[in-house]
Structure formats: structure tokens, C-alpha cells
């Protein structure tokens, strides 16, 4: 989802109060100093405008949202979305996920999101896939020990994939399908933007929940 060349989109990102500019100064203290409380933190890594994330901290005001995502030309609209809610408890980053440990310490995050992650299909790019092991060894440190990792996508090849890196990097399924639509997971399920147009034109969408 990039959105190219979106005039201003990283003075706008700058001068934002919903954005976080220099991630690395809160690493170990973003209850405290960002959110003002001790709730669990939650974080979608690529959660391009926001809509998920936006869903779920209105859903519950008790839990600290930070959503991350890469290019400004795509966190800007999320901000734009920001604006028209009524929120304290969801702030974004604009950042590669590669460097996500200079941001959280050890087990300072309760849950990660990955939602439609670019797949990346050229094998040598394999370990920038937001499920491949290298990633999983990332979410290791600054995840909570009883922490899940919880990833949906359409792409059957990443998802395979995805399959095959959670024993290698050491952890476990907690459960995983390939019609997420069509089964008991639905329950609760909270759409992204991807996930409403992949469902609108009859695309099974494949999700895994996985711990250590
Ligand atoms: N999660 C949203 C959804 O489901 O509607 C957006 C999905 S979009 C296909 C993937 C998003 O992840 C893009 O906005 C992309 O810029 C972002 N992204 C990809 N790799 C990333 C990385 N290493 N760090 C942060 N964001 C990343």
C-alpha cells in the first residue's frame, strides 16, 4: 500500500500530536511516559491507515494501542482518520519494523498484530517477510513471555510460509485455518482495510495465532 509522493506527509507526520517522532527515547517506559497508565500494550506492525487499530482502542479503552507503519505517504491518512475520533489510547510510529528493538525493551509489548504483511515473494528477500524467523527472534525479545503473535493474510504462499518459520523460530501454533470467514475464529474478528476488499471479492482469508 504505498501511496507515493504525498506532498508534506512527513512535516505533516512531525507536527502531529498522534505520532511519536523519536520512538527510541520511550523504549522501556511507554506506559508511563506516552500513555500516562499501566494498561497492556498492544501493536500492529504495518497497519497501513489505521482502520484495525483505530477499531479496536475504541473497543477497549484499557488496552494502549501503537500502530507502526512504514512509509508516511500511508501513516498520513491515518492520521487524517485519527483526527475524527475520540481517542487517548492509540498512537502511531513511522518506522521499519526491522528496527522495532531500539523502540520496546524486553517483554514491554503484550500482543503483536501483522495484518495483509507484504509477501515479499522472491525468496531472497525471505527475511523481510514480517513472519519469517528473523522477525519471530524480534517479537521473541520485546514480547511478553504468555504474548501471542496473531497474523492474517489472503496469500497462501506467505502463509504457508509462515507456517513452516513458527516451529523453526521456535514457538507454537496456538491455531491457525485457511477460511478464517468460515470458521469458529470469526468470532470477534475485527476487519482491516485489506481484509474488507479481499472478503468483498470471495477471497478465503488464512489466520495463525502463535506463542512460545
Ligand atoms: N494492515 C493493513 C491492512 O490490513 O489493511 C495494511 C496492509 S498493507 C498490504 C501492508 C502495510 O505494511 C503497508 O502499509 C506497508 O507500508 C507496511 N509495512 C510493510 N513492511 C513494513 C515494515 N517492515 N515496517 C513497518 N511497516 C511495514
Keep these: 500500500m504505498r ?17 511519536i517522532n ?16 499501566e494498561n497492556p500494550i498492544h501493536i500492529e506492525i504495518g497497519m497501513g491507515k489505521g482502520k484495525f487499530i483505530m477499531e479496536l482502542a475504541a473497543m477497549n479503552p484499557d488496552i494502549n494501542y501503537i500502530g507502526i507503519e512504514k512509509y508516511s505517504s500511508v501513516l498520513v491518512r491515518a492520521i487524517e482518520k485519527r483526527k475524527e475520533q475520540e481517542l487517548s489510547n492509540v498512537i502511531f510510529i513511522r518506522m521499519d519494523a526491522e528496527n522495532i528493538e531500539e523502540v520496546f ?26 513472519t519469517s524467523k528473523e522477525f519471530f527472534s524480534r517479537y521473541h525479545h520485546i514480547l ?12 497462501k504462499d506467505l502463509f504457508d510460509f509462515s507456517l513452516e518459520q513458527i516451529p523453526l523460530a521456535g514457538w507454537k501454533l496456538e491455531y491457525h485455518t485457511y ?3 468460515h470458521s469458529e475464529y470469526v468470532e470477534g474478528n475485527v476487519m482491516t482495510e485489506y481484509e474488507t476488499k479481499f472478503v468483498g471479492e470471495g477471497k478465503p482469508i488464512c489466520k495463525l495465532v502463535a506463542y512460545r
Design 105 to 130: 525493551e524486553e517483554q514491554e509489548v503484550d500482543q503483536i498484530y501483522l495484518n495483509f504483511s507484504d509477501p515479499w515473494p522472491k525468496d531472497r528477500h525471505a527475511k523481510r517477510r514480517l
Design 22 to 37: 523519536e520512538p527510541n527515547q520511550f523504549k522501556g517506559n511507554w506506559k508511563k511516559e506516552v500513555f500516562g497508565n
Design 179 to 181: 477460511d478464517l470467514h
Design 3 to 19: 501511496l507515493r509522493n504525498v506532498k508534506g506527509s512527513r512535516e505533516t507526520i512531525a507536527a502531529s500530536e498522534f505520532t
Design 144 to 155: 511478553k513471555q504468555d504474548g501471542l503473535v496473531m497474523f492474517k493474510t489472503d496469500n
